[in-house]
């Protein structure tokens, strides 16, 4: 009996998803609309691919990009929903830059009231999205980064202490990178110590634990990822999140707890969240106006310019955004899971193509001996490093933490010169990791070669993503930059490294969709320089 009812619903099943897909063939054939020809029988085979879990996140954007080989952009007929996918760069230009009002908002559900974790700077949409973004912009300026640089090399020190106290023993290097990342966040965002590398040897750290667990995909997170994605209304009807509750409480508590020490005390901290409280006390005495931070972009330096330019803040929905302990809890934790998987899985991809190509271990360690020979570390003086800086955007290039962009039409466009219309409503996707190794925009994609940034304007504008571009790219971009920048310099003033025997080679990546990381792990042998 269990046999027979089991079939019976695999066979329903399976009709109810054919009838719902072959509904979708012919959805960009009605449209006259170029798009990937497939079949119901194609889709079956990624619906049990997503399912399975048998292919990583690179893998299926590389399967999407080939679909429209030779095609400048094309409808792609979905698991859940049809999307247009771009390939073109000067389209990619014109969606990010010089069109971005017809492609502002991103396609992820924001519930400020049932998941107040949603209202943050990456999710929000519109006008709201704008006047919060402008508001943010001078917390990543060129000043704000320069005072947080002790805080990093602090945190760096850490781990390269820990390192010399595991003498003769391999590590395996997302984990030590994740560490230093949190260790950098927790100091950054909350003014906290947490010495997560500690968590390497068994000490235990909710801060480490519960930021983890936003990335850890067990069987249930994966259900509910599931859920999501095919029955979004469903999902938020009954009011099911990716993150657990117990997570989000500990960061709404933990944000709590900061902001009322600071206020019974009167003590203040130079951190991410004492920014944000300034910019919260702000907006009581100005009703929220943005015209106060626009006042504050007149102090920046010309490498600022980007955080501010095609801000338009004149709608009157823009002009005013009032900052909320809401806001404040959302923004400090967005920090922290937006940036702590994207920067870690940098470090270790920077670390494996450096270990893999002694030429540009050496060539680097030899600009760091240079630079410091006689000065101390400095922000001025990683800043001055331009093989070292080659050398980062390079691995950002060949192996992007995100490897797809979205971003949803929010008024009907035309492609310039044809007739094709990309609808209101419309999801685009960007296949960033697919951009980034053709040969068409980087010859010889598989190589490892730091000098195609010698001269970083000459790249041509819409192939390189990693950020993204234009007024929605990653406002913590810079930051990210350096915390990469001065790991790599602590570690390769002391050590020189090469691939352990325990790391599997070639490598092969993890079949998971929040994050890349390689099976088996990343094992590096640390010899200390003389």
């Avoid at 602090?154 to 595991?166: F, Q």
């Avoid at 906290?192 to 750290?205: R, T």
């Avoid at 933490?401 to 929010?410: D, G, Q």
């Amino acid at each position: 009996m269990y046999i027979f009812v089991t079939a019976f619903l695999g066979a329903v099943i399976l009709l109810l998803f054919y009838l719902k897909t072959s509904q979708k063939l012919n959805y960009f054939q009605e449209r006259n609309f170029p798009y990937a020809k497939t079949s119901v029988h194609e889709l079956l085979r990624k619906m049990v691919e997503f399912v399975l879990r048998l292919k990583s996140i690179d893998a299926v954007v590389q399967d999407i990009y080939d679909s429209g080989a030779g095609m400048k952009y094309f409808g792609q007929i979905g698991l859940h929903k049809n999307e247009i996918v771009i390939r073109d760069p000067d389209i990619i230009y014109n969606i990010m830059i010089k069109d971005f009002s017809y492609f502002m908002d991103r396609p992820f559900p924001v519930d400020e009231k049932n998941d107040p974790l949603s209202a943050h700077l990456f999710s929000l949409k519109g006008d709201r999205w704008r006047g919060l973004r402008y508001k943010l912009a001078p917390t990543f300026t060129t000043g704000k980064l320069r005072s947080m640089f002790k805080q990093l090399t602090e945190s760096s020190d850490s781990i390269t202490n820990y390192i010399s106290s595991k003498p003769n023993t391999c590590l395996e290097v997302k984990q030590l990178s994740y560490c230093y990342i949190l260790d950098v966040i927790a100091s950054v965002a909350f003014g906290m110590k947490v010495e997560a590398h500690k968590y390497l040897d068994g000490e235990k750290s909710e801060f480490v634990e519960m930021s983890l667990r936003f990335f850890r995909m067990n069987n249930m997170r994966y259900f509910k990822f599931f859920m999501i994605t095919f029955f979004k209304s469903f999902s938020k009807f009954i009011g099911l999140t990716l993150t657990e509750d117990d997570v989000k409480a500990f960061f709404f508590d933990l944000v709590k707890n900061i902001i009322k020490y600071r206020e019974e005390t009167g003590t203040k901290s130079n951190d991410f969240l004492q920014l944000l409280i300034n910019m919260k006390e702000q907006d009581e005495e100005n009703g929220g106006r943005v015209e106060e931070a626009r006042k504050e972009m007149m102090k920046h330096e010309e490498e600022d310019k980007e955080l501010f330019e095609n801000l338009d803040t004149s709608k009157k929905g823009a002009q005013h955004f009032k900052i909320t302990d809401t806001h404040l809890a959302a923004n400090t934790f967005v920090f922290i899971s937006g940036g702590s998987e994207s920067t870690s899985t940098a470090l270790t991809f920077a670390l494996l193509e450096i270990a893999c190509n002694p030429p540009v271990q050496q060539r680097m360690q030899e600009e760091i001996d240079s630079v410091l020979m006689d000065q101390e570390l400095s922000f001025s003086a990683v800043n001055s490093m331009t093989y070292l800086n080659q050398v980062v955007l390079e691995v950002f290039r060949k192996h992007p933490p995100i490897a797809l962009l979205n971003r949803l039409c929010v008024q009907d466009y035309k492609i310039p010169d044809t007739d094709h219309v990309i609808r209101k409503g419309d999801e685009i996707i960007l296949p960033v990791s697919s951009i980034h190794n053709d040969p068409e925009n980087f010859p010889n994609p598989e190589v490892f070669d730091p000098d195609r940034f010698l001269y970083p304007d000459s790249i041509r504008k819409g192939t390189y993503l990693p950020f993204g571009m234009g007024p929605r790219f990653c406002i913590a971009m810079r930051f990210a930059i350096l915390s990469v920048k001065v790991l790599l310099v602590k570690i390769f003033m002391a050590y020189s490294i090469k691939i352990s025997p325990k790391t599997i080679m070639p490598i092969k990546m993890k079949t998971e969709f929040f994050t890349k990381g390689i099976q088996g792990g990343l094992w590096i042998d640390f010899e200390a320089r003389n």
